[in-house]
C-alpha cells in the first residue's frame, strides 16, 4: 500500500528544544516538500528536494532545516530559531519536477505544539 | 513572484445548493493548476487539475473547474453540493516551465453543507 506517512500525528515540545519530523513516502518519488499550514493562510512551503543529497530553502525557511539521505525520506528539524512554530505541517512528493506537470501527494500531517 | 488569492474564506451552504469556489492567480505564463480539497481529519488530496487541453475539467465526486486564462481563474464548481462536500478547498498554482514543480496555494476556503 503506497503513500506517506509522517510520524508522530501530535507532537509537544517545549520552548526553546528542537525537534525532528518525520516523513517517508514508498511511491518512488523523487521530489519531496514540507509545507506548514496555518488557519487562514493556505500552506506555505518550508523546503523541497528534488533529488537524494540536494535540497533548497522555500518561501519560509527560516528557523527550520532538513537533510535529504536517502530517496524515501525527509526529515524536518524545527529549531528554537523558528519564532512562531506552532502549526501544522504537511509533507509532500512527487516525481521528477521535470519530467512533466507536478502533482503533489500528500501525507497525513503532524501537529506540533510548542509549549 | 507567483500567487494565489481565493475570494471567500467561508462558505456556508444548505445541501443541493450551488457552489462556485473562486481562484485568482498572478502569473502571466503557461501555469498547471490544481484543486485540492481536506476533508476533516483526512489527507489533503486532489480534487482536479489543468496542465493544457480543454479548459473545462472535471474531477472527482462531481466537481469541475474553469480556467479562464483572460482573467487569470480557475474557480470550482459544483451544481449540487451534498453535506459530505463540508471541507477545506485549496487552489493552488504550478508556473509552468519550472524545473522544481513549486506549488502555491491559496488561503483556503472552508465549506460548510447544512443537511
Known amino acids: 500500500d503506497g503513500g506517506i506517512t509522517q510520524s508522530p500525528k501530535y507532537l509537544f515540545r517545549k520552548e526553546g528544544q528542537n525537534v525532528t519530523l518525520s516523513c517517508e513516502q514508498n511511491?518512488?518519488?523523487?521530489?519531496m516538500y514540507w509545507y506548514r499550514q496555518d488557519p487562514g493562510q493556505g500552506l506555505r512551503l518550508i523546503y523541497y528536494?528534488?533529488?537524494?543529497?540536494?535540497?533548497q530553502k522555500g518561501d519560509i525557511a527560516e528557523g527550520y532545516s532538513v537533510s535529504r539521505e536517502k530517496k524515501e525520506s525527509f526529515p524536518l528539524t524545527v529549531t528554537s530559531a523558528q519564532k512562531n512554530p506552532t502549526a501544522f505541517y504537511l509533507c509532500a512528493s512527487s516525481i521528477f519536477p521535470g519530467r512533466g506537470p507536478n502533482e503533489q501527494f500528500f501525507g497525513p500531517g503532524t501537529r506540533l505544539t510548542v509549549l | 513572484a507567483q500567487s494565489v488569492s481565493q475570494h471567500n474564506h467561508h462558505v456556508i451552504l444548505s445541501e443541493a445548493a450551488s457552489l462556485e469556489l473562486g481562484c485568482n492567480y498572478s502569473y502571466g505564463g503557461t501555469v498547471n493548476l490544481f484543486w485540492y480539497v481536506q476533508y476533516p481529519g483526512q489527507h489533503l488530496q486532489l480534487l482536479l487539475k489543468?496542465?493544457?487541453?480543454?479548459?473545462l475539467v472535471k474531477g472527482i465526486k462531481g466537481f469541475e473547474a474553469e480556467f479562464i486564462k483572460s482573467k487569470f481563474s480557475f474557480n470550482l464548481r459544483k451544481p449540487s453540493v451534498q453535506w459530505s462536500d463540508t471541507a477545506e478547498y485549496f487552489c493552488?498554482?504550478?508556473?509552468?516551465?519550472?524545473?522544481?514543480?513549486?506549488?502555491?496555494f491559496g488561503q483556503g476556503t472552508i465549506l460548510t453543507v447544512h443537511p
Open positions: 489543468y496542465f493544457s487541453g480543454d479548459p
Open positions: 528536494s528534488q533529488i537524494v543529497n540536494d535540497f
Open positions: 493552488a498554482v504550478n508556473a509552468g516551465g519550472t524545473s522544481y514543480g513549486k506549488l502555491t
Open positions: 511511491l518512488n518519488h523523487d521530489a
